[in-house]
C-alpha cells in the first residue's frame, strides 16, 4: 500500500471519528441540555360577566381594545334598578316612621307606669293606715274593705300598665329590626344598581367581545374576555430527561416565533404532575392498566413555569396568549452541559 492510500485511509478514518463523537455529542445535547422548542406564552383570563341580568344599554368598548382598571366596559339598563332603590328607600322611611312612634310609645307607656305606680303606692298606704289597730275605733268596717278594695284595683291598673309597657317594647325592638332590614334592601338595592355598570377589574385587553346593544345579558354568563396585561408569563414543556438541570431561579433565554425577538425570563415553578393517559383510573377508583407495553418510550414533558422581564421587552412587541417560544436555560448548580442554545421552533 502507497503512501497515499495510507494517508487517504487516515484521513478518512479521522472524519469518521470525528463525525461519530459529533453525533454523539449532538445526541447527548439533544437530550439532556435544558431547552425545548415548546414553549407557549400565557397569561391571566378574567371572563367579563355581569352581576345582574338586564337588556345591554351600551357597550363603550370595541374589540381588541385596550382598557385600564375601572373602565365600563358593558352597561344594563338601568330603570328597574333605580325604580327597585326608590322602593327600597321608602320602605326604609316607613319603618323609621314606624320605629319612631313605637319610641314615643315606649315613652308614653313608662310614663303611664310611672303614675300608676305612685297611685298604688299611695293606695297601699292609705289602705294599710286604715286597717291599723290604731284606727280601729274610728272607721267603719266597710271603710277598711274599700280601702283594701282601691288598693287592688290600683295594684292589678299598676301590672297591666307593666304588660302594656312590655308589649311597646317589643314593639320598638321589631320596628328597629325592620329598620335594619329595611337598610339592607337599600344596601343590595343600591349594590345592583351600581353593578349595572361592568367595570374592568384590571388593565388588558378586551377578546371575544359577543355582546351587543340590546342583548340580553343574564347573571353570570360572560359576554367578554379580558387579559391582564401584567401577567404574562411562560409555559415551557421539557422533557423529564432535562428536569434534573432545572431549578427555581435559572435564568431563561426566550426566543419568540414571532421575529425571533429575544427576552429573558427566570423560572418561577415546575409542575409537580401531570395525567397518565396510558393508565387512567378506572370508575371504581383502581387502576385501568393498559395489557400492552411500548418498547420504544418517549420522555414525558413537564410544564415549567417562567417568569417574562418586562424590562427586555422590546418596545412596540406585541404578546399574545398562546404564542410559541424557544427557551433555552442556564442552570445556576446543575451536572452537565451549563447551556444551550437552539433553533426557533
Not at 4 to 29: C, D, K
Amino acid at each position: 500500500m502507497n503512501k497515499a492510500a495510507i494517508l487517504r485511509f487516515l484521513f478518512t478514518a479521522i472524519v469518521l471519528v470525528v463525525a461519530v463523537i459529533l453525533g454523539r455529542l449532538l445526541w447527548l445535547h439533544y437530550l439532556y441540555s435544558p431547552w425545548t422548542r415548546d414553549g407557549r406564552i400565557r397569561a391571566d383570563v378574567v371572563q367579563v360577566a355581569p352581576d345582574v341580568s338586564g337588556l345591554v344599554a351600551a357597550v363603550p368598548v370595541k374589540d381588541n381594545q385596550f382598557v385600564h382598571k375601572g373602565d365600563v366596559l358593558l352597561v344594563i339598563d338601568r330603570s328597574r334598578f333605580q325604580l327597585a332603590l326608590a322602593q327600597a328607600e321608602s320602605n326604609l322611611a316607613a319603618a323609621e316612621a314606624g320605629m319612631r312612634a313605637a319610641g314615643a310609645a315606649t315613652l308614653a307607656a313608662k310614663a303611664t307606669v310611672a303614675g300608676h305606680q305612685s297611685e298604688y303606692r299611695m293606695l297601699e298606704a292609705q289602705a294599710q293606715r286604715r286597717t291599723s289597730e290604731a284606727t280601729a275605733g274610728y272607721l267603719s268596717a266597710e271603710d277598711r274593705e274599700n280601702a283594701i278594695d282601691t288598693a287592688s284595683n290600683a295594684a292589678a291598673t299598676l301590672r297591666a300598665a307593666k304588660a302594656s309597657q312590655g308589649q311597646a317594647g317589643a314593639t320598638a325592638a321589631a320596628t328597629a329590626a325592620a329598620v335594619q332590614q329595611a337598610e339592607v334592601q337599600v344596601a343590595v338595592a343600591k349594590l345592583n344598581l351600581q353593578r349595572t355598570q361592568v367595570r374592568a377589574p384590571a388593565d388588558g385587553y378586551i377578546t371575544n367581545l359577543r355582546v351587543r346593544v340590546g342583548d340580553y345579558a343574564n347573571t353570570g354568563v360572560a359576554q367578554m374576555a379580558l387579559i391582564d396585561s401584567h401577567s404574562y408569563y411562560i409555559y415551557g414543556y421539557f422533557e423529564e430527561t432535562k428536569l434534573p438541570q432545572l431549578r427555581i431561579g435559572d435564568p431563561v433565554d426566550i426566543r419568540l416565533m414571532a421575529g425571533g425577538v429575544q427576552l429573558k425570563g427566570t423560572i418561577t415553578g415546575i409542575a409537580r404532575g401531570i395525567a397518565d393517559t396510558d393508565n387512567p383510573t378506572g370508575g371504581d377508583l383502581l387502576a385501568d392498566v393498559n395489557p400492552t407495553f411500548d418498547w420504544v418510550r418517549l420522555a414525558q414533558r413537564l410544564p415549567v413555569r417562567v417568569a417574562i422581564d418586562t424590562s427586555s421587552l422590546p418596545k412596540g412587541v406585541i404578546l399574545a396568549a398562546g404564542m410559541t417560544a424557544t427557551l433555552t436555560v442556564h442552570p445556576r448548580s446543575a451536572s452537565g452541559p451549563r447551556h444551550a442554545t437552539a433553533r426557533a421552533r
